[in-house]
C-alpha cells in the first residue's frame, strides 16, 4: 500500500501499522477537521483532515524511533499511540472539548484511554462504540501472532498516547513543550492556512530527529536549536493569525452556544 502526504510524500509504514489504517475510530477522524470550525480568514484549513494529521504523526514516529534507536516492540507501541492520539476528538475539536467539559467535566484523556482500551467511560457507553457496533480494530490486532510475539501492551499505548507522566515515551506524542504531535500540527496547520511555503515538510521529518534520552527523560538535541526556533517562529505566526480574526472568534463562539444549547 502507497500512500502519500502533502507534507512527506510517500510515507512507508511496518505491516501491523498498515493493518490499523482502516480501523472505524480512524477512518471517523477522516470526517473531523484540525480545525475547531471553518475558517472564514482560512478557508482551505477546511480541508485538513485528523486523519491525515494522525498519519502524519505516525510517520515522524518512525524517523523518532529509529533516531532514537528504540526496540521493535518500543517504535511500534510509538507508532500506534501517535496513530491513536486523535482518536477521542469530538466533533468541532476544542470548542466541544470545552463545552463537554464546562458541563460534564469531560476529560479528553481519560476519554482517550477508555477508546484504546475498550473500556466503559462517561461518554463511550458499555462497548466503547465507533460507529453502532463497531469498536476501534486495535484490540484485535494486539492479540495477533506477531503482536504477541513483539509483547505489545495495549495499556502502554493508552497511557502514551495519553501523554501520562509515568511513561518515559509520552512526552513524544503529549507534552507541555514540543512534540511529534505538534510538529506536525503546526506545519500541517499553516501550510494548509496559506502562511507558509517553504518545504516545511522536510523541516517536520529533521525535527523527529531532535530528540534524545538523558537522564531517564526525552530532552531536545541543542543540536538542533536553529530548526526549534524555527518551529517555533512558524508557531507563533499561526496563533497570531488565528487570533486576529475577529470573525472566526465569533464564528466558534456561535457553535459552542449551538452546542450548549443543543445538549
Known sequence: MKIYDRLYGEMKFPPIIQELLNCPGLLRLRDVRMANNQFVAFPSFASASRYEHSLGVCYLAT???KSLKLEEKDATELMIACLYH???TPPFAHAMEEVLQARFGFDHEQNLKDLIMGTSGSFDGTLAQIYQ????KLMS??????ARRLGLDLHR???LAAGDAGELLAPLVNSDGMDLDNIDNIFRATSAMGLIFEDC?????????AFCISDGKICLNAFYD???KEWQRIRDLQYTAIFESIDDFAYQTMIKKAIGYLL
Request: glycine share 10%.
Open 133 to 136: 457496533g463497531q469498536r476501534l
Open 157 to 159: 499505548i493508552a497511557k
Open 226 to 228: 536553529k530548526q526549534i
Open 63 to 65: 524517523i523518532c524511533a
Open 86 to 88: 486523535d482518536v477521542g
Open 201 to 209: 515538510g522536510k523541516l517536520a521529518k529533521n525535527l523527529a530527529n
Open 141 to 146: 490486532i494486539c492479540q495477533s501472532s506477531k
